[in-house]
């Protein structure tokens, strides 16, 4: 397990609880801190002190919340890592779930559910309110639908297999997020499974460094790309990252990065009435259809 702190004193210890009451043993949890100032630090080596699967290692300098994820990844040792955030609580089944779904892929992501800053709920599925309507798999969907529309799969529900490290790091300095980077990258590799079980319990406390997240209309977003002038979600930097990455995407994949990379290849009125057709063309593999569901 990969996990990445910074001043998170105030939801550490129930993470970390969850973590070591998972049902699945695990051999190691690497936990990289980014130089926080408050009782963070003391909180691992406390918990360090009374478990030797948890090796913690104290940046020397601060490394920004991408960089020091990627460190924690590297640092793993075990053939499956699971990615893990400060501020969430495990499901007991979390560990569980994922690994039990990595057969055939190299990125899993199971299904987490929303909560308040003292961890009340709904029910409601970080999946349902970014619109995500589960489908067979298809890679193809799910690289639309990321590249088109939005990330519905929170990285601390993400679990990769080591070998994914080869073509996923480092996390290009132009890309945002390293989940979103991650889920992008497998998809088109066709490496990618989404289970739709839910595993975390996903803290919304208006401090993430992901930000807090809103039901964004498919409609909406449709008139959105056509009307405005600019985008700016990093997808232009996310499609030419990938065109890199030629030599290793499966033939059958590039006709997807080819849509993206003339998708974010301008934004001239012709370019952007050309995506309009595109996007009705492929509505339902892009935006799904609507839920019914949370």
Excluded at 2 to 30: C, H, I, M, W
Excluded at 130 to 151: A, C, H, I, L
Excluded at 261 to 267: A, D, E, H, I, P
């Amino acid at each position: 397990m990969a996990l990445a702190t910074y001043n998170g004193e105030k939801f550490l210890r129930e993470q970390l609880d969850s973590l070591l009451n998972q049902t699945l043993p695990f051999s190691e949890l690497v936990i990289c801190d980014d130089c926080s100032s408050d009782a963070t630090l003391s909180i691992l080596q406390e918990y360090a002190a009374r478990d030797s699967r948890i090796k913690v290692i104290a940046n020397e300098q601060n490394l920004g919340f991408r960089r020091n994820f990627e460190k924690a990844i590297r640092l793993c040792e075990g053939d499956l890592i699971a990615l893990c955030d400060q501020d969430d609580v495990w499901l007991p089944e979390h560990l569980a779930v994922l690994a039990g779904n990595m057969e055939g892929c190299l990125l899993t992501v199971g299904a987490s559910i929303i909560t308040d800053s003292e961890g009340n709920t709904d029910g409601v599925r970080l999946s349902f309110l970014k619109n995500y309507e589960t489908r067979s798999g298809n890679p193809e969907d799910v690289f639309r639908f990321v590249m088109f529309y939005q990330n519905p799969f929170q990285g601390a529900s993400m679990m990769m297999r080591r070998e994914f490290r080869a073509y996923a790091l480092p996390v290009p300095s132009s890309v945002a997020y390293h989940d979103v980077w991650f889920v992008h990258l497998a998809s088109i590799l066709r490496e990618f499974r989404f289970v739709d079980i839910p595993v975390t319990l996903y803290r919304l406390h208006g401090a993430n460094t992901s930000g807090n997240h809103k039901r964004t209309p498919r409609l909406r977003t449709l008139i959105g790309h056509t009307l405005h002038r600019t985008l700016t979600n990093n997808r232009t930097e996310l499609a030419l990252e990938l065109s890199k990455l030629r030599r290793v995407i499966p033939s059958e994949s590039l006709p997807l990065l080819e849509d993206a990379l003339r998708y974010y290849s301008s934004r001239s009125l012709s370019r952007r009435l050309s995506n309009l057709i595109f996007e009705l063309k492929n509505y339902k593999s892009i935006y799904g259809t609507r839920q019914s569901r949370k």
